[in-house]
């Protein structure tokens, strides 16, 4: 069945560096594929997103492209705040189907 | 502006007790779903519906259920709370099934 495999954390990085969090998935034909964020004491929020091979999804100075052939969307972003210290969701979503899979989740902090 | 919100954020109960929690959206979002979210274990679908009358099983619906009388509400009910189910419960709501999900800002369920 279809699913999503995000990269373990928790991940630690000093303000400034650069962040990548990955993400894999299995699943038959186009799926759309979500990256989400969640601040601490709050529920989730749609950060970008890409609705087929090689779109670029980007949002708050963090990008994400679906590449079909490596079946990724790895998370990046050049130049981490404080402010970005959060637990990113990978997911994604069947257009045939009626699921909607998330990832474990990845717990970021950046530290000053 | 649109918005989707739960009710109470925070609640203690004891074992045994019935437990009903609120979720109302204003998207006109004929989807619903709702999540628990526990240390080690991402998010897990308890139910979901695709509109009036409709209600659905996720992976762990043992324990509760769900009733959908209009667009706009989908309370979730503990029959009978266990210390099981302290957890932080999420609810969403989304246009299509494979559109991205808006998220309720969650309520923190303790079961003593």
């Known amino acids: 069945g279809d699913s999503v495999t995000q990269m373990e954390g928790p991940v630690t990085l000093s303000e400034e560096a650069f962040l990548t969090i990955n993400c894999t998935y299995t699943?038959?034909?186009?799926?759309?594929l979500f990256w989400y964020v969640q601040y601490p004491g709050e529920g989730l929020q749609l950060l970008l997103k890409?609705?087929?091979?090689?779109d670029k999804g980007s949002n708050k100075g963090f990008e994400a492209t679906y590449r079909k052939e490596t079946t990724s969307f790895h998370l990046e972003k050049g130049s981490v705040q404080v402010s970005d210290s959060a637990v990113y969701f990978c997911a994604l979503a069947q257009n045939t189907g009626n699921q909607f899979y998330f990832g474990t989740g990845t717990s970021l902090t950046v530290i000053p | 502006d649109a918005e989707i919100t739960q009710s109470p954020r925070h609640k203690i109960t004891e074992t045994g007790r019935q437990v009903t929690l609120a979720c109302h959206q204003t998207?006109?979002?004929?989807?619903m779903f709702w999540y628990r979210q526990d240390l080690g274990h991402g998010l897990r679908l308890i139910h979901y519906?695709?509109?009036?009358?409709?209600?659905n099983k996720g992976e762990v619906s043992d324990g509760y259920s769900v009733s959908r009388s209009n667009t706009e509400d989908l309370p979730l009910t503990l029959e009978s709370a266990a210390s099981s189910q302290t957890s932080v419960y999420f609810c969403?709501?989304?246009?299509?099934?494979?559109?991205?999900?808006?998220f309720g800002p969650g309520t923190r369920l303790t079961v003593l």
């Open positions: 998207w006109n979002h004929n989807n």
């Open positions: 699943a038959t034909g186009y799926p759309s």
């Open positions: 519906s695709y509109g009036v009358q409709d209600t």
């Open positions: 890409a609705t087929k091979a090689d």
């Open positions: 969403a709501s989304s246009e299509k099934f494979y559109n991205e999900q808006f």
